[in-house]
Every structure is written in structure tokens, then in C-alpha cells.
């Protein structure tokens, strides 16, 4: 099998798991690892000596990734590498019409000379197609109660939009305690992970209670890689998840047997609820699909367990569930980025810095509605307040040294800057910069103080001060002023002394009296 690395979100789903006091053994199944796996991320928990009666920050998970993954990662084996350039084939074979035997499947990969064993190839369809034999058909008992839950869509009908006045399609969340069989029916529009998760939330608060593991279906709002092994969630449902303290095990695709006790539910919710009824909009279905679940489908006999759903739920199963959350949950986006030359990426059509180290790497981002938060595989290294689209949020620490003053464009630090160099270079920085859109004009000022570390600032304050007796502001002048100039005179006493030099009066320089206005007189002429 080859090696792959886990990401932050594996590696913390796996702790906490972990913290829950699962076993190794659940642990690989339920997440889809392997057992070894598991246990080394467990083993090195223990080792850094990391609590159980907490949530683990991200500098622990991090600390955990690190200690595991900090090995090469070998390379597929040669049989592998046949099989994967055999993919597309394999899968016609095992998903058409009339799929054949995986057997048949080998015999036919041996005489286009594939050397790949018949378990390497089961191992292959398994892991990277999500094949499986078909089970016959068992029924299973009733979890504890209290413990699980099953989710799933079902389509209603259509419903007019009271936003846009046109028809949409109505789909409703159903939620079924697989213990006592109460459940709670959320009417929306969309199945994106928002809608889903406030649904969920929705529920929670209905049953006053909240179950530990929830079976939902493939929804693409919360699987993200349907896989019969190894199904792999969305980033911000796994958040979501985390955050609530839910275990999600979701069914295998086309088995709704894997969450038969909700499956059968889609067709009653729309012959009792939904079919006949007049709704005026969204929030009227919300309102009257709850008094449903409460009293009509709460209400009645089941006709499998012959009990009252609602009275079991009251005097059994709420006792064994958690309580429900406090809060609304804020559903994060979890996207890629890449950081560019500039110190920043782009989320969301907003900019936000990153530290020079990461110049050029890819980077992993989460962004909910007050912060964005940027991690480098499991490591948390830059955290910015969430801003508007078009917004920019940039620290001058993210730059390296020197290079800030720059990157920032700060009028007021290079004026600063200047009037280190000198009284005179201070004032003619600021005659540079004086007026509306300073940026255009900050090369200028950057050329200045590039001639104080060429020259010696003492040369430039004495042409600057020249400058400005005339009220000439043109740098170029001034290169030229102090590249002919004499050399100043060495400094006496303090080294840090700044020497000025007095400037030879320009060629034609003239007297004041020489432009005089005089009134002439008959006698002058």
C-alpha cells in the first residue's frame, strides 16, 4: 500500500478519537486508516504526554503530524503501477451492465501481460474503486440508545421561492434516532454544508439532545470522496463534526440498507406531511414539518418496534444522548492557495499576507465569517481577521528585514527615514511627497536616500540645502550636485557627526539689487 501523508484534519480526527478512548481497531475502521497507522499517531500522543480531557489546540496536532511524518515516502511497487495503468478498463469491466467476476477480470489483465497477483488486484479495486463483493442481506439489531443517528435527503416536490416568486424544487434533511425511530424533518431549498449543518443543528435543538455517530448518505455536502473503505469528508463538514463532537460513519453508495431505518422514511414524510398541504413559504414549512415530527410521526404507533417513537425518545433515550450545543455552528471554507511573490494569497477575493519562509508553496486555508486562519500541511503559521471582497489585510512582520518600508508604500517612513539622514533631506523628501497620490512620486525619495548611502549623507544634506534656498526639488539635480562635488573633510571627535559642506554660489547667481525696480527720471535719461 502506498504511503500517504495525513492531513491536519485526519490526524486530529484520529486523536480525538483517541481521546474518546476508542480502540486502535475502531479507530482504523471507522476512519478508513490502517491499524499501524493509527497506533503510530496514538504512540507518539502518548509520548508527547498530550491530555484526554480537552480539545487539542493546532500546535499539538502539529507537534503529533511532525514526529510521524517526518520520513520519505516510498514509491508505489511495480504491480501497482500496472494495475493503475490499467484503471479506466477495470472499471468497465466491474461497472457495466453485466460487470464480470474479478477473477475473469485477472485472467483477461494476465493476457495483456499484466503481472500484478489476484491479490494485489483485489486490494487495487478495493482501495482506489471502491469494489466490494455483495453480502447477502442481514438485518441488524438496534443500537444502544442514544447512540446513533441516520440522515438523508428525500425530494418533496417544488414550492414557490417568496425571495424570487418562481418555483423551486423542496428537498427536506431527515434525521431518525435509530434507537427509538423520532426523528425531525428540515425543509430546504439547497444541500450545500451550510444547509446541511444548520439542519442538523436544527434537529439538535428539537430533540433537546444531540446522538454521538450520525450515518448520513453520500451527500456531497459531507462526503467529499465516497469510498466504501476509506470515505473521505468534506473539510468544513469534518469541522463541523470536530467542533460538535460527532462521530460520522457514512453509508456505502447504492446501500441505503446501511441506513434502512431513515431510508424508508422519504416516501412517508411525503404522503403524510407534504402531499395535499398548501405552504406559503419556506418558514411556514419549517414551522409545521417540526409540529409534524412532534405529534404526527412522534406520535404514532411504529410499525416495526409497535411503541410511541416520541415516548420512547422522552422516558429512554434522551437520558443517554449529549446535551445540544449552545451555539450556531460557523460553517468554514477550506480551500488550497498559493503564495505569491507579493507576501500574499487570495481568499474569498480578498488578499492576506504570509511569512517570507512560505514564498511560492501552497498552503491550506480556512475561512469562517471572523477569521481566516493559514496552515502549512499541519502547522497554523498566519491568522488574519476575515475582510470584505477586495479587502487586504498585509503585516509589515510577514516581510523580511529592511524590506517592509518598501512593500508597505509608508509615506510617513520614508519621510522619517530621511530626516535621519538630515534637517535638509527630511524637508526635501517631504517637498517630494507634498500633494495628492504621494506613491506616484515615491521612487524620487527612494533615489534620495539611495544617494545618502553613496555619497555620505552629509554631502547630500549640504545639496539639499542648497536646493531648497532656490526652491528647486528635482532629484536628478541633486545626483549631480553631489556627484561633482568636493569630498567632505574627515569628521573630528564624533564619527557620527554629520559634516556639511558649503556649496560654491551657482554660475549665475546675482545680487538681489541687480533685479531691482528703479523709477527713471527725466535727469537719468
Known amino acids: 500500500m502506498a504511503y500517504r501523508e495525513l492531513s491536519m484534519i485526519d490526524v486530529k480526527e484520529v486523536l480525538r478519537r483517541w481521546q474518546a478512548e476508542q480502540s486502535e481497531r475502531r479507530i482504523a475502521r471507522e476512519t478508513g486508516l490502517d491499524r499501524k497507522t493509527a ?34 515516502e516510498p514509491d508505489p511497487s511495480a504491480e501497482w503501477r500496472e494495475l493503475e495503468a490499467h484503471r479506466k478498463r477495470i472499471q468497465q469491466w466491474l461497472e457495466s451492465d453485466k460487470p464480470l467476476r474479478l477473477s475473469k477480470v485477472h485472467v483477461l489483465l494476465q493476457r495483456n501481460g499484466v503481472t ?16 466490494r463483493k455483495k453480502q447477502p442481506t442481514v438485518r441488524l439489531d438496534d443500537p444502544p440508545a442514544g447512540q446513533e443517528a441516520q440522515v438523508d435527503f428525500g425530494k418533496m416536490g417544488y414550492l414557490v421561492d417568496a425571495e424570487t416568486g418562481r418555483k423551486r424544487t423542496l428537498w427536506v434533511l ?13 425543509p430546504t431549498f439547497v444541500q450545500t454544508t451550510e444547509a446541511i449543518c444548520e439542519g442538523l443543528d436544527s434537529a439538535w435543538k428539537f430533540f433537546g439532545a444531540m446522538p454521538i455517530t450520525i450515518v448520513p448518505d453520500n451527500m456531497k455536502g459531507i462526503v467529499a470522496k465516497p469510498d466504501a473503505l476509506s470515505p473521505r469528508l468534506c473539510d468544513a463538514f469534518a469541522d463541523y463534526a470536530q467542533t460538535r463532537g460527532l462521530f460520522v460513519d457514512p453509508a456505502r453508495v447504492r446501500s441505503p440498507r446501511d441506513k434502512a ?23 411556514e414549512t419549517r414551522t409545521r414539518a417540526a ?52 507576501h500574499h494569497i487570495q481568499v ?59 512593500a508597505m508604500r509608508s509615506v510617513d517612513g520614508v519621510i522619517e527615514r530621511a530626516r535621519r539622514q538630515g534637517h535638509h533631506v527630511g524637508q526635501y523628501v517631504e517637498r517630494i511627497l507634498e500633494g495628492p497620490l504621494p506613491w506616484a512620486r515615491m521612487r524620487q525619495a527612494y533615489a534620495l536616500l539611495s544617494l545618502c548611502d553613496r555619497f555620505g549623507a552629509g554631502r547630500v544634506e549640504a545639496a539639499c540645502q542648497s536646493a531648497l534656498a532656490f ?17 567632505p573633510p574627515a569628521a573630528t571627535g564624533d564619527s ?30
Open 291 to 342: 409540529d409534524w415530527c412532534r405529534d404526527v410521526a412522534g406520535g404514532r404507533i411504529h410499525g416495526t418496534t409497535r411503541q410511541v417513537p416520541r415516548d420512547v425518545f422522552e422516558g429512554v433515550e434522551k437520558a443517554a444522548m449529549r446535551p445540544p450545543p449552545d451555539a450556531p455552528f460557523d460553517v468554514p471554507l477550506w480551500t488550497k492557495a498559493k503564495v505569491h511573490a507579493d
Open 496 to 525: 557620527d557627526k554629520v559634516v556639511q559642506l558649503p556649496l560654491p554660489m551657482p554660475r549665475f547667481a546675482r545680487d538681489t539689487e541687480h533685479f531691482a525696480t528703479r523709477t527713471t527720471t527725466k535727469e537719468d535719461a
Open 471 to 487: 526652491d528647486v526639488i528635482d532629484v536628478k539635480r541633486i545626483k549631480r550636485m553631489v556627484a561633482t562635488g568636493a569630498r
Open 348 to 406: 474569498a477575493r480578498a488578499l492576506y499576507s504570509v511569512p517570507t519562509l512560505y514564498l511560492h508553496k501552497q498552503v491550506r486555508v480556512r475561512v469562517d465569517k471572523k477569521l481566516v486562519r493559514i496552515y502549512f500541511k499541519t502547522q497554523l503559521i498566519k491568522t488574519h481577521p476575515r475582510q470584505r471582497p477586495g479587502g487586504r489585510s498585509t503585516d509589515a512582520s510577514d516581510y523580511a528585514v529592511g524590506k517592509a518600508l518598501y
Open 174 to 186: 431527515i434525521v431518525t434516532l435509530a434507537f427509538s425511530r423520532y426523528q425531525f424533518v428540515w
Open 261 to 283: 431505518r431513515v431510508e424508508n422514511q422519504v416516501p412517508y414524510v411525503r404522503e403524510s406531511w407534504f402531499a395535499g398541504e398548501e405552504f406559503k413559504d419556506l418558514a
Open 116 to 131: 500484478a497477483s489476484y491479490a494485489t488486484l483485489r486490494r487495487f479495486v478495493m482501495r482506489e474503486l471502491g469494489w
Open 39 to 72: 497506533a503510530r499517531y496514538i504512540r507518539w500522543a502518548v509520548e508527547l504526554e498530550l491530555p484526554r480531557d480537552r480539545q487539542l489546540d493546532d500546535d499539538e496536532v502539529h507537534a503529533v503530524a511532525d514526529c510521524v511524518q517526518a520520513r520519505p
